[in-house]
Nanobody, 123 residues
Framework: QVQLAESGGGLVQAGGSLRLSCVDSGRTFSDYAVGWFRQAPGKEREFVASIGWTDSSTIYANSAKGRFTISRDNAKNTAYLQMSNLEPEDTAVYYC????????????????WGQGTQVTVSS
């Protein structure tokens, strides 16, 4: 049974950093691209970053460029989202997802999703 589990969220002050983790269990993790999305209260879920089967292919939302870094460790079945210089606007539930179509912003191309981890940035 495929499971994705996010962790690493929490409360941080503006300007601070957090590293989110996404652990994939139940299959060959290296066969799948990973995406991070977020959803703030009252808003649509939006794309944050994506990484292909290796570290060589990454895509970022404009809001994440220069502040967030997506990476993966296939030996640990884990993907990461390093977030720096956080802003109150980054407050949201962050979700990881996996798909077979390579790094992409398209939500519909991800077929498995985690339950999310809350990130709250105070001003």
């Amino acid at each position: 049974q495929v499971q994705l589990a996010e962790s690493g969220g929490g409360l941080v002050q503006a300007g601070g950093s957090l590293r989110l983790s996404c652990v994939d269990s139940g299959r060959t993790f290296s066969d799948y691209a990973v995406g991070w999305f977020r959803q703030a209260p009252g808003k649509e879920r939006e794309f944050v970053a994506s990484i292909g089967w290796t570290d060589s292919s990454t895509i970022y939302a404009n809001s994440a460029k220069g502040r967030f870094t997506i990476s993966r460790d296939n030996a640990k079945n884990t993907a990461y989202l390093q977030m720096s210089n956080l802003e109150p606007e980054d407050t949201a539930v962050y979700y990881c997802a996996t798909g077979r179509n390579g790094a992409t912003m398209a939500r519909y191309l991800y077929d498995y999703w985690g339950q999310g981890t809350q990130v709250t940035v105070s001003s």
